[in-house]
């Protein structure tokens, strides 16, 4: 399974930024999908999933301002970030796999990735 990452920029805080990921096949049909994202110098972290029925878990140091949602072909899973902050600057990536591989990032490959740059 191949992962495109895109959407990323350059914002100001505040501002708000919508990533998509994009997947071969029906991966995003049978198992949950997620955001994670790695700042320099930083250990990639999870930041938000959504389970093929649509349950969602976003990451606390992101809570009630990231939204993590897929299109009803469940082709593509989107990140919303409203209000962003200089502390969300990192490359994003997506993937997908059992809860077990979610939680512990056990993947065979990631994407390139989207850049996220938040500063004023």
């Known amino acids: 399974v191949q992962f495109v990452e895109s959407g990323g920029g350059l914002v100001q805080p505040g501002e708000s930024l919508r990533l998509s990921c994009t997947a071969s096949?029906?991966?995003?049909?049978?198992?949950?999908a997620a955001w994670y994202r790695q700042a320099p110098g930083k250990q990639r972290e999870l930041v938000a999933s959504i389970s093929r029925l649509g349950s969602t878990n976003v990451a606390d140091s992101v809570k009630g301002r990231f939204t993590i949602s897929r299109d009803s072909a469940r082709k593509t899973v989107f990140l919303k970030m409203n209000n962003l902050k200089p502390e969300d600057t990192a490359i994003y990536y997506c993937n997908a796999g059992t809860p077990e591989a979610i939680r512990s990032m056990d993947f065979e490959a990631w994407g390139q990735g989207t850049q996220v740059t938040v500063q004023g």
């Open positions: 096949g029906t991966i995003f049909s049978i198992a949950i």
